[in-house]
């Protein structure tokens, strides 16, 4: 394996995981945002958006993200609707990420028990108050586990933004195939990279679920 | 004192969605100040009827109303009636990720818009009132189920108010701890407190009590001084109930 | 063969150019000439990829779950360390690394499609396998003892006490599993395989002057199209969930 240029292409590497990770972020802040929504909405049954919200989770969790990519950056233009690639990353993963956080948060919701809500309107709360202060942060600490999961999920998907024209990892890994032929540094420093992102996110959800399973609160 | 009544009802009806008829045209007048106590066999309607005074069932006709005002049928209304209404569930429902003293000074804060030194300070006395001071930093999970119903009464007081609805409050609770909670109960109605009890506790239904309900079928059967409805009630209905819980000695008679 | 017809496509959608001068509507594009059925041609070779990977990984997953819940401690960490791995490298990543990787490492030139089926079945192996064990160590100690001290051999046990539980709670998981091969299949576009994208980009591409805004139509009857596909099995897969979770 030849270091040096191992050491002289990190810095792509370095930039290209920075990228990746800011899209992430954004698009995974949406998401949670998105989920949050879609998910009590149809935990309180909303006559018609709750349809929406359900025709929208199976409809994003039934079609490939790459896909809904080509869409958003190929087709889109057509109508006069023109995204920049980093833009069209943040809109495709939240528009993904928002359906996997919806089935987390709904199965959160639907593990906290029905007469909580009952405790908290009873004590005079609005049933906005009631979700916001009872419900909502027990079913956030039910969902970690798989909150967590998506997280690493959504990380793993953002693989794909090469296609759109993002400087990300795979695509600094096979413009440097493509240029010098350094197969086997261009992918050991691309697993690499994943693992650094990823390997931390993974080990802290293990740690976190096993004390939510184990203690649950007050430690 | 006056015959201030507190809480009206009047031909309260409600059905399941499967038609069965749960309440079938409920009267009843609570004065203020007064505990009554609910009886009956299970099924007969007693929980039922205290979640529609607290607005948590829908009801098909009649009339609630407390301090005069309308609980039926009043959704917008229903967060500052029940705030007037403290309510107490078998399963206690502490909120899991609050420590004691949070969860006694949410509705004060949130609802009530007290500051949060008054809050504390009057949760504080609530929780030496019922013997709980050194328990205010732990978490639901770490208590007792006699420790977490007296929270749960306290969380309930801290809104001060006019009348409290025990639903079975000790139904979930190891004997030993029964007594603890019921000893609660007791102060607060000595206090001058308006209760509504459902209760399958006889002893301390007999003791508590103004006066008895008797539920059967969705009626109130029978309505009166505990005395004279334990030692001669009225029905048919309410001396087998009473019966159930009487066990003759076998034993003697055989040998 | 196909690219020379490709070629001549393009020419032959030059020269109506030429003919009509004229553009058309995006939409029309579907209709004209094959493109129809060359969009659902490149949709099958997606197809083809998943389904012979899930097919490969049912017996192997379910190797590697049992092979999982032994207790030989190197059996545990290689099996660990394998579906760790796996699980936490994009797709993509793993494509590349057999793709371009194998050939760089053994000399050894795969196709594209030959790659996207290691991986998936690397992947569907290790995904499948956790689920089967996870199904296995989910039955209580206590119906192997029984089942032993019935007088049944392991494999006895096996077939007809522990197989026949974990099958119920297996089986829509791992239909999820072949929507979610379905939908990581569209990735094989990035390794050089003409599967729908790619068809989809060609037909675009020859009909650059006639149709200008074909990219549209195009990308979003293939949405559909992977809708199609999936929604129907992932139906399915939840109906048998709620059908057998009692």
């Known amino acids: 394996m030849d270091f040096s240029f191992i050491r002289r292409f990190a810095p792509m590497y370095f930039d290209a995981a920075r990228l990746t990770l800011g899209i992430a972020a954004l698009g995974i802040l949406f998401s949670v945002l998105i989920g949050a929504l879609c998910s009590v909405t149809e935990y309180y049954k909303l006559p018609i958006l709750r349809r929406i919200a359900s025709a929208y989770v199976e409809l994003s969790r039934n079609t490939p993200l790459l896909v809904q990519l080509f869409f958003l950056y190929f087709g889109l233009p057509k109508l006069g609707i023109r995204m920049s690639s980093a833009l069209c990353g943040v809109v495709g993963l939240s528009f993904l990420g928002g359906a996997y956080m919806t089935e987390s948060f709904r199965a959160g919701l639907e593990a906290v028990e029905g007469v909580q809500r009952e405790a908290a309107l009873s004590l005079g709360l609005t049933p906005l108050q009631s979700m916001g202060y009872v419900i909502f942060p027990q079913a956030l600490a039910l969902s970690v586990p798989s909150l967590v999961a998506n997280v690493i999920f959504l990380i793993k998907e953002t693989s794909v933004f090469s296609a759109i024209a993002l400087a990300d990892l795979m695509y600094v890994a096979k413009d440097l195939i493509g240029l010098y032929y350094q197969t086997e540094e261009a992918l050991f420093m691309l697993v690499l990279s994943y693992l650094v992102l990823l390997l931390p996110i993974s080990i802290l959800g293990t740690l976190l679920e096993r004390r939510l399973r184990y203690a649950g609160f007050g430690d | ?255 | ?246």
């Open chain 2, 1 to 255: 004192m006056t015959e201030d009544v507190l809480l009206s009802i009047r031909n309260l009806h409600k059905s399941y969605e499967s038609g069965n008829a749960i309440l079938r045209g409920i009267d009843l007048d609570v004065k203020r100040g007064e505990v009554l106590v609910l009886l009956g066999p299970s099924g007969c309607g007693k929980s039922t009827l205290l979640r529609c005074i607290n607005g948590l069932e829908r009801i098909d006709g009649g009339s609630i109303r407390l301090d005069g005002e309308l609980i039926s049928g009043n959704p917008r209304e229903l967060p500052k009636i029940r705030q007037k209404l403290g309510m107490v569930f078998q399963s206690y429902e502490l909120f899991p990720h609050m420590t004691v003293l949070e969860n006694i000074t949410l509705a004060p804060i949130r609802v009530q818009r007290k500051g949060r030194a008054e809050a504390e300070r009057e949760a504080r006395e609530l929780l030496l009132r019922v013997n709980l001071s050194e328990k205010e930093k732990a978490y639901p999970r770490m208590l007792s189920g006699g420790q977490k119903q007296r929270v749960a009464i306290v969380r309930a007081l801290a809104m001060h108010p006019e009348m409290m609805l025990f639903d079975e409050v000790t139904a979930a609770l190891d004997p030993e701890m029964v007594r603890e909670v019921l000893d609660v109960m007791m102060e607060l109605s000595e206090r001058g407190m308006t209760m509504l009890i459902v209760t399958h506790e006889l002893a301390f239904a007999r003791a508590v009590a103004d006066r008895i309900l008797f539920m059967d079928q969705g009626n109130i059967a029978e309505s009166g001084e505990p005395e004279a409805f334990f030692t001669a009630p009225k029905t048919e209905r309410a001396r087998d109930f009473l019966g159930n819980f009487l066990f003759s000695s076998k034993k003697k008679g055989r040998e």
């Open chain 3, 1 to 246: 063969m196909r690219a020379s017809a490709i070629e001549l496509f393009s020419l032959s959608s030059l020269l109506s150019l030429q003919n009509t001068g004229g553009r058309e509507r995006g939409i029309g594009i579907l209709f004209d000439g094959n493109n129809f059925e060359r969009l659902m041609g490149g949709l099958f070779v997606t197809i083809r990829i998943s389904l012979l990977s899930a097919a490969l990984s049912l017996p192997l997953g379910i190797l590697f779950g049992m092979l999982m819940t032994r207790r030989n401690p190197l059996t545990k960490a290689l099996s660990r360390i394998y579906l760790d791995f796996i699980r936490i490298m994009p797709q993509l990543v793993l494509l590349f690394l057999v793709y371009f990787g194998t050939a760089r490492a053994f000399a050894l030139s795969l196709s594209g499609e030959l790659s996207a089926v290691i991986v998936f079945v690397l992947w569907g192996t290790a995904e499948l396998g956790d689920l089967v064990r996870g199904a296995l160590v989910s039955i209580p100690r206590i119906q192997y003892e029984s089942a032993a001290a019935l007088g049944l051999t392991p494999l006895q046990t096996a077939f007809f006490i522990i197989i026949p539980q974990t099958v119920r709670r297996l089986i829509p998981l791992a239909i999820n599993l072949v929507t979610r091969m379905v939908k990581t299949s569209s990735l094989v576009v990035l390794i050089g395989v003409v599967e729908v994208l790619k068809t989809g980009q060609q037909i675009i591409d020859a009909n650059r002057f006639r149709y200008p805004t074909a990219a549209l139509p195009i990308y979003g009857v293939i949405f559909l199209l992977y809708f199609l596909v999936c929604w129907p099995i992932s139906l399915f897969a939840g109906c048998l969930e709620k059908r057998w979770r009692d």
